[in-house]
């Protein structure tokens, strides 16, 4: 089982890579979203198509970020695929993601998932 879902997650990976080779704009951006609960922090894993966290990559791909917003309230912003969520207080919290532009346009790409600090 745990062969199956690594070979999952490679394929996605994969295909995410692959889809940042087409330079057709007419496809769609899409988000795919992992993420791992640890003590009080939360482990989150993006996989962008179609939209690049740098600047200086290609001048005719679209730019952006991410928001990160924690129960409703904006937390943060970041420029990379991976990162942590730290020092959560036991109990649910409501995740929400967000892709916008440079100018917090938003592209009309988000992920919203409930997670679950124990006690």
Known sequence: M???IGFI????LMLG?????NQNDNQPASLL?????????VFV????????????????QKVGKLVIWLDGKKT????TAAFIIKGLSPGNHQVKLEVV?????PYGLT?????NIPK
């Open 9 to 12: 997650l490679l394929s996605i």
């Open 2 to 4: 745990k062969k199956f």
């Open 76 to 79: 943060r912003e970041v420029n």
């Open 45 to 60: 894993e993006c996989i962008l198509s179609g939209i690049s966290f740098r600047e200086s990559e290609q001048k005719n």
């Open 111 to 115: 992920k919203e998932f409930l997670v």
């Open 101 to 105: 532009d440079l100018k917090n346009v």
């Open 33 to 41: 979203v992992q993420s791992k609960i640890k003590d009080n922090n």
């Open 17 to 21: 890579i692959m889809s940042g080779f």
